[in-house]
C-alpha cells in the first residue's frame, strides 16, 4: 500500500470478530510518533486492546511484532476509523480507505490477514 513518497507494508489482524490494526502499524500509517498515539487514545477515549500471552505469542510466531515488544496494542477498525478523523490528513484517509476498500474487493487484492482466532476473548478490549 503506498503512503506518499513511501511503501507501507500493512498487515490487517482478525482478533475474534473484530478486524483491525496494531498500534504501532497506526502511528506508521497516520504518521504519529507513539507519544502522540496514546496521548490521542487518551484524550479521545478509545478502544484498545492489550496483547494477552497467546495472541502475543501468535503475532511473535508470525513475525508481525519482535519478543521484546510488550508496547503493541490491538487497535479495532472503529478506533482506527476515529484516529484518522483526528489526523484528518489526506494521507491518512486514502489509506484508511484502501486498507478497508481492499478487505471488500478482495478480487482486486488478497489481503493478508493474520487470524489470532478468539484468543482476545480472554483480553477484554479496554479504553485506555
Not at 490494526?21 to 478502544?47: A, E, W
Not at 477498525?77 to 489526506?90: D, E, R
Request: hydrophobic share 40%; proline share 6%.
Amino acid at each position: 500500500m503506498k503512503a506518499g513518497p513511501r511503501d507501507l507494508i500493512v498487515q490487517l489482524l482478525k482478533m475474534g470478530e473484530e478486524e483491525g490494526l496494531l498500534s504501532t502499524q497506526v502511528c506508521d500509517v497516520l504518521g504519529i510518533t507513539p507519544q502522540n498515539f496514546n496521548q490521542v487514545v487518551k484524550r479521545n477515549n478509545l478502544m484498545l486492546s492489550t496483547l494477552s500471552l497467546k495472541p502475543r505469542s501468535e503475532l511473535v510466531k508470525n513475525g508481525l511484532i519482535s519478543k521484546s515488544d510488550y508496547s503493541s496494542r490491538f487497535v479495532p477498525k472503529a478506533s482506527v476509523q476515529a484516529l484518522v478523523k483526528i489526523v484528518n490528513t489526506p494521507e491518512a484517509w486514502a489509506v484508511y480507505n484502501q486498507l478497508w476498500e481492499t478487505l471488500e474487493s478482495p478480487a482486486e487484492y488478497v489481503s493478508v490477514q493474520t487470524d489470532v482466532h478468539a484468543l482476545l476473548q480472554s483480553s477484554p478490549s479496554l479504553p485506555q
